[in-house]
Nanobody, 125 residues
Framework: QVQLVESGGGSVQTGGSLRLSCAAS????????MGWFRQAPGKEREGVAT???????NYADSVKGRFTISQDNAKNTLYLQMSRLKPEDTAMYYC???????????????????WGQGTQVTVSS
């Protein structure tokens, strides 16, 4: 059973940076599509960034140029480096995984099999 544990959330001021981590365990396949999602109060969960097994990345328009998704396969850890944070980035952030080589339709949360418990990010103005 794949387990995902996020960390690194916190409170920052506008323009600040945070790096989220997602430690994964229990992998039984060598290829996964991994993604970061977020959900603000009263809003639907939305895709933020995805990364394929070969390292190809995709970003939501709202975070392009500010966020970077990466992974350390040796450590089974997924990262989300967030810079130039804005109040509208405030949300619970989740990492997710699914068993597929490519992240086709990767921004659709319903396509993922495994989810972490989330880590809160709060950006104050």
């Amino acid at each position: 059973q794949v387990q995902l544990v996020e960390s690194g959330g916190g409170s920052v001021q506008t323009g600040g940076s945070l790096r989220l981590s997602c430690a994964a365990s229990g992998y039984t396949y060598s290829y996964y599509c991994m993604g970061w999602f977020r959900q603000a109060p009263g809003k639907e969960r939305e895709g933020v960034a995805t990364i394929d097994s070969d390292g190809s990345t995709n970003y939501a328009d709202s975070v392009k140029g500010r966020f970077t998704i990466s992974q350390d396969n040796a450590k089974n850890t997924l990262y989300l480096q967030m810079s130039r944070l804005k109040p509208e980035d405030t949300a619970m952030y989740y990492c997710a995984a699914r068993i597929s080589w490519r992240c086709i339709a990767g921004m659709a949360s319903g396509t993922y099999n495994y989810w972490g418990q989330g880590t809160q990010v709060t950006v104050s103005s």
